[in-house]
């Protein structure tokens, strides 16, 4: 099982609040957030780890060694970027020469908590070759992405009885998330940085796209949301 950790972005709207240091070191009740990622239970499935991220921040974290402390099984790769890119599926690029042909591949945000559930890594571990699974949560705010059982993947705006997309997309190998990442050439760059607009796309070529529901999730990508997060809003929707 192959997991790319995408940390070359802008992170613009969390550098509103915090422009001296990346949005993965953001403190969350005394923990960076990056820390917190790698508590994911998704962890324990994975053979190898590639983190993207920017040469800038070279110093700012061990990487390996961390990793390595929380999951020894895991092989490790870190790829430094000296340029920033224009969104997580052209980052997840740079990881393409590192990560093993056979098995599925994980992509995984750098600014959510999730609280992955025994159903969902049983599900992950049977994501047929040709499957994208995403592991969703609930919640009625308009600023995430979200999928529909009925209608597929929906990019904007609240819908009801729609669940949010936490982040955490499973692909059932890597031929799938190339072709995830070829779906948006000659888009507009606006489009570049919509990782559901691709798997949009994915699943209009015909790929299979499942979802299940998390335990929890805890989006920490905007100052508001983590204003709501550290005066004890209702984070976790269950």
Known sequence: MNIVLTMAGHGARMAARYPCIPKWMV?????LLIDWVLDDRIFSMATQVVVVCLRAHQGLYDFELSINKKW???????????HVTSGQLRTVFHA?????????????NIDTINFLSDDNLL???????DEIYLPCFKSSSDQY???QSATGLLRDGYVE???????????GSLRVLKN??????????SAEENMTLAVTRS????????????DGCIPVGTPDEYDQLITGGQCIVR
């Open 72 to 82: 020894p099984q895991a092989h490790i790769n870190v790829v430094y970027l000296d």
């Open 180 to 189: 995830a990442v070829d779906s948006l050439q000659g888009c507009p760059a």
């Open 123 to 129: 599900d992950i571990t049977v994501v047929a070759a």
């Open 96 to 108: 393409f020469p590192l990560i093993e042909d056979e098995g599925r591949v994980i992509v995984r």
């Open 27 to 31: 403190s969350v009740e005394g923990k």
């Open 203 to 214: 699943r209009d070529m015909g790929t299979s796209i499942r979802y299940g529901l998390m």
């Open 145 to 147: 992405s979200y999928y």
């Open 161 to 171: 009885g729609a669940l949010a997309v936490s982040g955490l997309y499973v692909f």
